[in-house]
């Protein structure tokens, strides 16, 4: 690679994006390239521990509001975290980013103020949606063995995936793939997207 990549992995609670990353970041790392694995929301700051509150339904806050909650909270994870790695030469792979902002936003917002309210972030160098069955996804919450927060609901969550190809439409570099397939051909089929395009 030429220069430290700033990836994303997207798409609704359950479909794969943690696993990718985490199978990735062991990818570089197994060939002597610096990478750091990271998540949205970071949760920094009194903004971060608000903002998970309300996640976990112990606060309510507005719908534009909690939008603007996850806007911060990026501020915080690119300053603090993304950038100072990339300046390092460490590439930077995050679970959630902008999409998942606009994706799940626009169950309550339109989705032309929260681009408005994204407009400023930097684009990622890749951003792999997973699409993946929402059935699916909500059987890997349910192992989980955790209560489920606020937006794991299946309508909810069928809306989130077709407002995630809506939102993609916006941004460069965006890659929908298929989340049902076996993990190791999903990030075969990562690694042959980014080896092509960063030589």
């Known amino acids: ?30 060939r002597g390239l610096k ?15 608000k903002l998970r509150r309300v996640l976990q339904k112990k606060e309510k806050v507005s719908s534009l509001t909690f939008q603007k909650m996850f806007v911060q ?24 980013y902008v999409l998942s902002t606009i994706a799940y936003g ?14 400023n972030f930097p684009y990622p160098d890749f951003t792999f949606i997973l699409k993946t069955p929402i059935e699916t996804c909500l059987k890997r919450i349910m192992k989980r063995g955790k209560e489920t927060e606020f ?3 299946i309508k909810i969550l069928k ?12 941004y460069p570099n965006v890659y929908i793939l298929n989340g049902d397939k076996n993990p190791e051909k999903i990030h075969k089929d990562i690694l042959k997207i980014i080896n092509h395009e960063s030589v």
Request: aromatic share 8%.
């Open 1 to 30: 690679m030429k220069k430290p990549l700033f990836i994303v992995f997207e798409g609704v609670d359950g479909c794969g994006k943690s696993l990718q990353a985490k199978m990735l970041n062991a990818y570089f790392k197994k």
């Open 151 to 153: 937006f794991e609901k």
């Open 106 to 119: 626009a169950i309550s917002e339109k989705i032309e103020t929260l681009l408005s309210l994204n407009q």
């Open 159 to 170: 809306q989130v995936s077709r407002n995630y190809k809506l939102a993609a439409k916006n």
């Open 35 to 49: 990478s750091l694995e990271t998540a949205e929301p970071a949760f920094l700051g009194k903004n971060g521990a």
């Open 73 to 96: 909270d990026r501020k915080l994870h690119l300053s603090k975290t993304v950038n100072p790695s990339l300046k390092k030469d460490v590439s930077v792979i995050s679970s959630r």
